[in-house]
Each structure stands twice: as C-alpha cells, then as structure tokens.
C-alpha cells in the first residue's frame, strides 16, 4: 500500500510539472503579431551625474507599412515605409529624402512579444516557491511565473558585469515597464523603458502611410 502511495504521488508530480515548451507556448499566447501593432516607448538611461531618454513611436500595418518617430535631445525625425521605399523626415527643418527599403525589422516591434526561449539553449524550469520558477540558459537565468504566465526577471552574468532586469505588467498582462540594471566594472547604469501605448495597429488611419 505504501509503493503504490509513492507511486501514485510520483506520477502526480510528474504530470502537473512544468514544462519548457509549456513555459514557451504561454509566452507565445500572449503577444501581438509583430506586422500589426502600434506601440509607443520611451526610454531613460542612467548612470553617476548623467541622464538621456529617448521617446518612440512605431506602428506597423502589414508586411509592408511602417510609421515611426523618433525624438531625443539631438533627433528629431519621422520614417514612413511603404513597400520597397521609405521617406525619412527631419522635424525640425521638414527636409526629407526617400530611401530604397530594405525590408530590415526595427528593433522597438520586439518589446510586443518579449520571449528570450524562442533562441539559444534553455534547461528545463526549477521549482523556485510558490508558482515561481527558474530557468538556466546560455543567455542567463530568467524567473517565471507559472500562474500568471510571465517573465518576472532575468539575471545575466558574465566577467566583470553583472545585469538584472525587472519587468512589470498592467492588468491585462501586457509588459509595462523594464528595469535593467548593469554593474559594470564599478559603473553602475540604469535604463528604464516604459511602454506608454501597446495595442493592434488596425484603426491607424492608412493615410499616414503614403507619400
């Protein structure tokens, strides 16, 4: 009675463990497709006595359409792509030039599906307490929570450098604000991204594409 007791407690165990794929799936669920979204980030950066941000504002409709601006200190300027060109804009002075487009992914669409185990090598999840759990990889340890389904924080270590990434999420779930923090050969460095607008891009007027 008490082999089959063990058993039966081991097969329970196994069953409701928690999975890599299981783990990658639920990421998966809960992005917006990277060709139809409108989203608009801002981003701080810090370290001893020295502070600069950068403002984006990025929708894409398609394949083939993207609207974007960008704002900084020292840049001021808006891309439009349509098709196989695109028209950028300085606006401060209103002069533009119209580029061939190379079809390239702009790197702001990858905060829209955050999921750092779609590439290189993870192990399986460990149980950490509660529905936290760990999950070691060649890019670092990542924190999951298997109940609400997100990532809550990442560490990575290497020679000299230290890096921990906090990550926090609105009432729907979408990712909100990332804190990375980096301890670099006794620079310390903060930079804060903050996800102001993150919706599907299908009410963005097409007007705004042409030229």
């Not at 701080?44 to 200190?73: L, M, R």
């Not at 891309?79 to 390239?104: A, H, W």
Request: proline residues 2%; charged residues 25%; aromatic residues 10%.
């Amino acid at each position: 009675m008490c082999k089959i007791l063990i058993y039966f407690l081991i097969f329970s165990v196994s069953s409701f463990a928690l999975t890599l794929d299981q783990v990658r799936a639920d990421l998966k669920k809960n992005s917006i497709s990277g060709d139809s979204i409108e989203i608009n980030v801002r981003t701080s950066v810090s370290t001893a006595g020295s502070k600069q941000s950068v403002s984006v504002f990025f929708v894409q409709k398609g394949k083939n359409k993207i609207y974007s601006e960008i704002n900084t200190s020292f840049l001021n300027q808006r891309s439009i792509v349509n098709g196989s060109r695109m028209k950028i804009i300085d606006l401060n002075t209103n002069k533009f030039q119209i580029i061939p487009y190379n079809g390239e992914p702009l790197n702001v669409a990858s905060y829209t599906n955050f999921n750092p185990l779609a590439s290189g090598e993870w192990g399986g999840p460990k149980f950490v307490s509660e529905n936290l759990y760990s999950i070691k990889g060649d890019k670092g340890t990542l924190f999951y929570n298997s109940k609400k389904k997100r990532i809550e924080k990442m560490e990575t270590e290497e020679k000299d450098k230290f890096v921990l990434t906090d990550f926090s999420y609105d009432v729907e779930n979408n990712l909100k604000t990332m804190t990375v923090h980096v301890s670099a050969q006794g620079v310390e460095t903060t930079i804060v991204t903050e996800i102001l607008k993150l919706r599907h891009s299908r009410d963005f007027p097409d007007k705004l594409f042409e030229f």
